[in-house]
Every structure is written in structure tokens, then in C-alpha cells.
């Protein structure tokens, strides 16, 4: 299915507002909500920034392609973002990857590439340059990951804890940060806190929720050649990257604490959830956090066998949460209670 193309000059209209809103839905559960709560000169402004890296996200990520020609076509798409190379060459670069996507969603994101270009293209300055900025981030990112996994036939770790730091801050604590930018830049007296603080929380919290999808999709990963947890941990525990499917138990101790990372980092998303002063931007900002602490609960009681399920929090606990942020008008004593009940493993086990 081919998406309807933004054309040049002037207002993309309802037709381009109902692209990203379904773009959105179908790729992140979410930040979907969450943008929907967000006041309407700050959603769209996120929504822009978070579609151009998705689809790119993609094509390091199809691995019938070989590395040499991912990594060209990133390369590619990288210069078409900051500008440096004209978007006309996009459905080019891209048209060998669209029918290699047996998802939907990600075979409609390829196709809809130059509408999110077109987006971007069309943002104030000021925001326009700092999501270049991010989005120059996340492709590194990308590039790192292209880099380091480039035989999906050879299980391969990162060398260290700080390369794991390294690329959760990459891919996602540098989202935390334009967050924060953005709100401060469309939002009067979003915070009870100056943006210098603000910033470290929202980087903190971002990393968080990219350790927690590393978490989350580690068995995933393993399949294709990632391991993304410290080549040294595992030297440590005489554990190799292959052996890891082999003996789960063994690799929980390694497992485990990057889990209380990811928990402390949701902290600090909660500490910035308390200092918003506008309830909409709290329930877009909370909202995340809710669903990465929910969804770390929940690999935490699978215990070993997390390698071996797909672990996502239940749609029906998802328009819960929404329900009692919306009727509460997203409190702070109202959050702060629902965090504590989505951390809590032993509720899982309750509902068991």
C-alpha cells in the first residue's frame, strides 16, 4: 500500500495529520497515547521528531540485505535528514527494503519515508535543527549497531558496560533531552524545575526505557547475533554469548541488575513526571514511564525463561492506566500509587 505524498509548500492538511496519527499507532504503543494527551502545539512537534528515525530504524534492521549495502543506504538517509542530500532519493534507497518486511507497520513506515521527511522540512527552525541534532544521534546509533553485529550468523557482545550506556543514550536518552527541549520551548511554565535539571532526569528516563525494550527483546536479539549485555560480565560468569540460550539460569545474575538499572532510571521518570507543572504534558510524560515499569514487572517474574516468551504489557492494563490518568486529571499522588502497583512483581503474580 503506497501512502499519500505531502506536496510542496503549504499546510499538509487533515490527509498528512491522519498519516502520522496512524503511523503512530501502529509503531508505538505508547508514545501514541501519550502525544494524544500532550497539548496540541507540543504533539506536533514530538510526532515529527519521533517518525523520520523509525522507518530508518528499519533498514539496519533488515538483515536480507547485506551490511556494506544497509550501511550505504544509512549513510544515505543520515545526509537526506540533516539536509545535505535532497529527499527525491528516498523511494530509490529505500524500494529494495519494502518488500522484504513481513510486518505491516514496518513495511508501511519504508513507504511513508518522504512524507516524514516532508515533515521535518516543514518545522520552525529552532525545533527543526534541534531534532537534526537527535535524530544525528539515533543514527549513530544505528550505525554502531550495523557495525558491531555485522554477521547475524556470529552471536556477538558488546565489549563493555559503558558500550550499553553508550547506546541506550544514543538511540533514546538523547530523545529524553529534546523532550525536555521541546516542552520548555512550547510550553509556559511546563515545570516547577529550571530545563538544567530537567535535562538529566529526561535523558535518565529515555536510556531507561531503551535498556528495558534491550531487556525485553534479549532473546530476540540473541537470534539474530545481538547480545547486548558486557562481553566481560559474561567472561566473568564463564558464560560465552552462544551458551547463554543453553543456560538461562546462569545468565540471570547478569541479567538481573541491568533489570534494577532500567527500574532506577524509571525513577528519575517519575521524579520528572512530579516536577510538570501542565497535567497534559504529565500524562505524556508519565505514561511511558508506567508502561517500562509494568512491562520490567513482568520480565522479572518470567524469571529464566524470559528469553523464550514475548513479554508486552496487556492492551487492557494500557487503557487502564489511560482511564485513571485521565479521570485523576493525572495527579501526583494518583501517578505515584500507579507506579508503584505496575513495579510490583508480586501483583503479577496475584493475577496469575
Known amino acids: 500500500m503506497s501512502s499519500p505524498t505531502v506536496a510542496g509548500g503549504g499546510d499538509p492538511g ?47 534492521d ?12 544509512t549513510n544515505l538517509l543520515s545526509a537526506v535528514i540533516q539536509g545535505t542530500a535532497s529527499r527525491d532519493v528516498v523511494a530509490g534507497l529505500v524500494a529494495g527494503f519494502v518488500p522484504l518486511q513481513e510486518n505491516t507497520s514496518e ?14 522540512d516543514r518545522m520552525e527552525h529552532t525545533d ?6 537527535v535524530l544525528e544521534k539515533i543514527m549513530r546509533g544505528q550505525m ?5 553485529f555485522d554477521d547475524p550468523n556470529e552471536i556477538r557482545a558488546l565489549g563493555t558496560a559503558a558500550d550499553l550506556d553508550e547506546y541506550t543514550y544514543l538511540v533514546a536518552g538523547c530523545v529524553g533531552e529534546v523532550w525536555t527541549q521541546l516542552c520548555c520551548g512550547h510550553v509556559r511554565n511546563v515545570a516547577n ?12 528516563d529515555g536510556m531507561a526505557l531503551q535498556l528495558m525494550n534491550v531487556l525485553r527483546d534479549a532473546g530476540s536479539d540473541l537470534r539474530v547475533g545481538r547480545c547486548y549485555f558486557p562481553e566481560y560480565e559474561l567472561t566473568a560468569a564463564h558464560l560465552s554469548p552462544s551458551q547463554i540460550f543453553a543456560e538461562p ?15 532506577a532510571g524509571l525513577e528519575s521518570g517519575m521524579e520528572y513526571s512530579r516536577a510538570i507543572n501542565n497535567r497534559r504534558v504529565r500524562v505524556a510524560t508519565v505514561l511511558p514511564a508506567l508502561i517500562g515499569a509494568r512491562t520490567l514487572a513482568l520480565l522479572d517474574a518470567e524469571g529464566a525463561m524470559v528469553l523464550q516468551r514475548t513479554v508486552k504489557v496487556p492492551r487492557r492494563e494500557v487503557r487502564v492506566m489511560i482511564l485513571s490518568l485521565g479521570m485523576s486529571l493525572a495527579s501526583r499522588g494518583v501517578t505515584n500509587a500507579m507506579f508503584k502497583r505496575a513495579a510490583d512483581v508480586k501483583d503479577i503474580a496475584r493475577k496469575s
Request: aromatic share 6%.
Open 62 to 73: 533488515t538483515g536480507q540485505i547485506c551490511t556494506s549495502g544497509r550501511t550505504q543506504t
Open 128 to 133: 527543526k535543527n534541534d531534532i537534526r541534532l
Open 107 to 120: 513495511r508501511q513506515l519504508l513507504e511513508s519515508l518522504h512524507d516524514c521527511l516532508a515533515w521535518l
Open 249 to 263: 539460569k546462569r545468565f540471570q545474575p547478569i541479567y538481573r541488575p541491568w533489570l534494577d538499572k532500567a527500574r
Open 144 to 148: 554502531l549497531d550495523l557495525q558491531r
Open 193 to 204: 524545575r529550571g530545563q538544567d535539571e530537567m535535562m538529566p532526569l529526561g535523558k535518565r
Open 14 to 60: 487533515h490527509t498528512s495529520r491522519g498519516l502520522q496519527t496512524a503511523l503512530l499507532r501502529s509503531v508505538s504503543r505508547s508514545l501514541s497515547p501519550s502525544i494524544r494527551f500532550a497539548p496540541a502545539k507540543l504533539s506536533d512537534p514530538i510526532a515529527r521528531a519521533y517518525l523520520p528515525p523509525r522507518p530508518t530504524a528499519t533498514v539496519p
